[in-house]
């Protein structure tokens, strides 16, 4: 049996992507002595928010996502942030991959709009590994389990995850609206002649500031 073990050696933003990527380098060790022949691995990841703490601009930004302060004893759970696969090719004793982790800008997506809430510091990560460990013997190939319980603690810099987004839309954020709203939005914005959507937002906030001011 194989006896592996997981560490994560360090996250970077892929700079040539079709979307915003991460590049997660995982450290894999096997200390049995055995042969690995390959590995098809999987592997979730989630943030687990309840792992560091936040100032009071970030709490405010989160405030839709898991309330008030009070309530974050029962509100910060983790949360699903992507699941991949990868083949590993063989090795002996140790070797290192790179997960591509693809990232969403939609902030209908809780982990999108998670990160786009927090400042700075890091953002601690969980992986969840599992798949199948191919292994050579006197008896040709042998096939075994990664097992369930195998995982890695992982920190996300907030500065690697804002790169990774400033490098498909810089200075811009994402928002998902019905086609209505986004045809009656292009009225507004035709009526008032504005050059872009910014701008009719933009508007449209500064008008109702001035009807409840």
């Known amino acids: 049996m194989t006896e592996l073990s997981f560490d994560c050696a360090g996250v970077r ?3 040539y992507a079709a979307a915003p990527t991460l590049r997660i380098r995982l450290r894999i060790s096997e200390s049995s002595g055995a042969d690995v022949h390959a590995m098809a691995l999987r592997c979730q990841i989630r943030i687990e928010p309840n792992r560091r703490r936040y100032s009071d601009a970030e709490a405010e930004r989160l405030l839709d996502l898991f309330g008030e302060r009070s309530r974050w004893g029962e509100t910060l ?7 991949l696969s990868v083949m590993v090719p063989g090795f002996e004793g140790g070797t290192e991959v790179e997960l591509a982790v693809p990232c969403t800008y939609d902030f209908e997506v809780a982990s999108a709009k998670y990160l786009h809430g927090v400042e700075e510091g890091a953002v601690p990560l969980l992986l969840l590994f599992s798949g199948t460990v191919f292994t050579k013997g006197p008896g040709g190939v042998a096939v075994e389990r990664v097992p369930w ?8 810099p907030v500065a690697v995850w804002r790169e990774a987004m400033d490098l498909y839309f810089p200075g811009t954020a994402w928002i998902r609206v019905r086609r209505d709203t986004l045809d009656a939005l292009q009225r507004f914005k035709s009526r008032r002649a504005l050059p872009t959507w910014d701008d009719a937002i933009g508007a ?4 109702a500031e001035e009807s409840t001011g």
């Open 13 to 15: 933003a892929e700079r």
């Open 77 to 83: 759970k983790p949360m699903h942030f992507a699941e």
């Open 149 to 156: 319980d195998k995982e890695a603690a992982c920190s996300l």
């Open 204 to 207: 449209l906030i500064e008008g």
